[in-house]
């Protein structure tokens, strides 16, 4: 099966510049994440979408980011203006539900990541 | 608060020395665990998991991994390393509809 794609691979901007990231899950797979990795850190959940209704943004800084799953399919992850410390690789992963109540129990499926640069 | 230590940044091994990466939890239930790799410029790809069961659990590419409740443990071993292992791995447990990763072990293979 296809992977997620993710696009574009690299961006390099400048401060208060805008980016927009894209994703394309599996097929199939209903739940989509959006994570945020800092060179040396873990990934940090930006958004995760359930088809087109957001499951949980609590971490995503709604000031500059943006995120939208039209259809329940593709995604655009959004930042404008952009600041230095954002920085990071954006990766998109999706999954199937797990079933039951467990979210935390699903697998994720990564693709490469967009490494963002901002100068 | 829930919380994953991988209390290693990076570990350097010998290829065909056995590796262990250690990974600790802090979640008041039974924690469904993972651990994923990230090759250089790659996603993550899944290793292995715990949902229940036998403790120990076989992943992928030789790798396995044992849970040790009395220890909040899941430290993921392998008998002998290869080259292409070089990587970084991350545990990561599941909690309440999300995942609490750890900050990653970065993985180094001696000739």
């Known amino acids: 099966e296809a992977g997620v794609a993710q696009s574009p691979r690299y961006k390099i901007i400048e401060k208060r510049q805008s980016v927009a990231f894209w994703c394309n899950p599996i097929s199939g797979h209903a739940t989509l994440y959006w994570y945020q990795q800092i060179l040396g850190q873990g990934p940090k959940l930006l958004i995760q979408f359930q088809n087109n209704g957001v499951v949980d943004d609590s971490q995503l800084p709604k000031d500059r980011f943006s995120a939208e799953r039209l259809k329940g399919v593709d995604s655009t992850l959004k930042i404008q203006p952009a600041k230095l410390e954002d920085s990071a690789v954006y990766l998109c992963?999706?999954?199937?539900?797990?079933?039951?109540?467990?979210?935390?129990?699903?697998?994720?499926?990564f693709g490469a990541g967009s490494r963002l640069t901002v100068l | 608060a829930q919380s994953v230590t991988q209390p290693d940044i990076h570990i350097t091994v010998s290829e065909g020395a056995s590796l262990e990466l250690r990974c600790n939890y802090s979640?008041?239930?039974?924690?469904?665990l993972f651990w994923y790799v990230q090759s250089p410029g790659q996603g993550l790809q899944l290793l292995l998991k715990y949902f229940s069961g036998d403790t120990l659990v076989q992943g992928i590419k030789g790798f396995e991994a044992e849970f040790k409740r009395s220890q909040s443990s899941f430290n993921l071993r392998k008998p002998s390393v290869h080259w292409s292992d070089a990587a970084e791995y991350f545990c990561?447990?599941?909690?309440?509809?999300?995942?609490?990763w750890g900050a990653g072990t970065k993985l180094i293979i001696k000739p």
């Open positions: 990561a447990v599941g909690s309440n509809y999300q995942l609490i």
């Open positions: 979640y008041g239930a039974t924690p469904y």
């Open positions: 992963a999706s999954s199937l539900p797990s079933g039951g109540t467990w979210g935390g129990a699903n697998v994720l499926t």
